[in-house]
């Protein structure tokens, strides 16, 4: 399958401050690129969903000026935690669909902890 | 958010055994997928469908899409320890993935 790269695996921030995390298509080029949340023992909740140049939409809950999401070449996306607060703690995971993958393939996750 | 229901939440097997777990949904879907997650590690697909009715293979994995288009199971026969993870099914519309509530699998030797 098609490889997704993201980065950073973990990161640990001081509340207030911002979090920028990556999610590259290393071998495609993905038009759609999606994040997700999950919290400890549950499942993935759809945050957002960019395309290539266009402005991400952002599912109902989900505070845009907070989680900003740039899309802005086909091979990489960022979503960047603004002034995180510790209830930002969370897995998060990209995903990423284009080319002649018609399946979404995922990163590996961002594990974020804000103390 | 909208959730698919998962069933069971968890299951406690011995290798050897065979499993079943299904997904179900009050909405119709286009597309099932099925997904394994190992800890702190993102969703591997394991296997997709695409047509109501369709049963698809993958090694010791078989999936049904299930007529209705509301429903699918995955079955893994034979376990072995590495079948240790979640199992999360997903449904597709337009470009949206929507994840079940995910099956906890843990195989004893």
């Known amino acids: 399958g098609a490889v997704v790269s993201q980065h950073p695996s973990r990161v640990i921030c001081k509340s207030g401050t911002s979090v920028k995390i990556e999610c590259r298509s290393l071998d495609f080029q993905a038009t759609t690129m999606f994040w997700y949340r999950q919290f400890p023992k549950q499942s993935l909740m759809l945050m957002a969903t960019s395309n290539e140049g266009s402005k991400a939409t952002y599912e109902q809950g989900v505070e845009k000026d907070k989680f900003l999401i740039n899309h802005a070449s086909l091979t990489l996306s960022t979503l960047t935690v603004t002034s995180a607060h510790p209830e930002d703690s969370s897995f998060y995971i990209c995903?990423?669909?284009?080319?002649?993958?018609?399946?979404?393939?995922f990163g590996q996750g961002t594990r974020l902890t804000v103390v | 958010g909208q959730q698919l229901n998962q069933s069971p939440q968890s299951m406690f097997i011995q290798e050897g055994e065979d499993v079943s777990m299904n997904c179900t949904s009050s909405s119709i879907f286009n597309t099932w997928l099925w997904y394994k997650q190992d800890p702190g590690e993102g969703p591997v697909l394991l296997i997709a469908?695409?047509?109501?009715?369709e049963l698809t293979s993958n090694g010791r994995l078989t999936a049904q899409f299930g007529i209705t288009r509301k429903d699918s199971f995955l079955n893994i026969s034979a376990s072995i320890p590495s079948d240790v993870g979640i199992y999360f099914c997903a449904g597709q519309k337009a470009d949206k993935l929507i994840f079940g509530t995910g099956t906890r699998l843990q195989v004893f030797p």
């Open positions: 995903s990423a669909s284009g080319g002649s993958n018609t399946e979404a393939f």
């Open positions: 469908l695409y047509k109501a009715g």
